[in-house]
């Protein structure tokens, strides 16, 4: 009966043990070492090297190969700008035909915006 109770206690106690553990990778690195060695009035001192393999926290390897990104068949692409500046030229010129006078103030300004939107709609935007 006692080994009834246990059971569930042992299963469950594991549990965490399991889920957090590790893969088993190891990774070292060679790291050179060196230590001064006093010298005394007889002797000169001197630089003592050495190489040891310490053990290292293992880095995450970045892909090599970065998969392109979807394409999105719904993107507007259009440009309207060559439109809109010949539409603005084209503009302004038939203001500046169509008034006289001090309406120049107005009308080339008006001819440059409204050819600049009819020449948007027509190259395609």
Same mark, same amino acid.
């Given at each position: ?16 043990? @399991? ?6 990778? !190891? ?23 050495? @190489? ?8 995450? !390897? @970045?892909?090599?190969? @970065? ?8 993107? $507007? ?7 809109? +500046? ?19 103030? +107005?009308? +080339? ?13 027509? $190259?395609?935007?």
């Amino acid at each position: 009966m006692k080994s009834l109770l246990l059971l569930p206690l042992i299963l469950f106690t594991s549990l965490p043990v @399991q889920a957090y553990g590790t893969s088993g990778a !190891r990774c070292y690195e060679e790291v050179w070492r060196e230590e001064y060695v006093p010298g005394s009035y007889n002797r000169r001192g001197y630089v003592r090297r050495w @190489q040891e393999t310490v053990e290292v926290p293992c880095r995450r !390897r @970045q892909p090599s190969y @970065q998969e392109p990104a979807p394409h999105r068949g719904n993107e $507007d692409n259009n440009s309207c700008i060559e439109g809109s +500046i010949i539409g603005g030229l084209l503009g302004a010129a038939g203001g500046a035909a169509l008034s006289r006078g001090e309406g120049n103030f +107005i009308g +080339i300004p008006l001819g440059i915006a409204g050819g600049a939107l009819i020449g948007c709609q027509v $190259d395609g935007g």
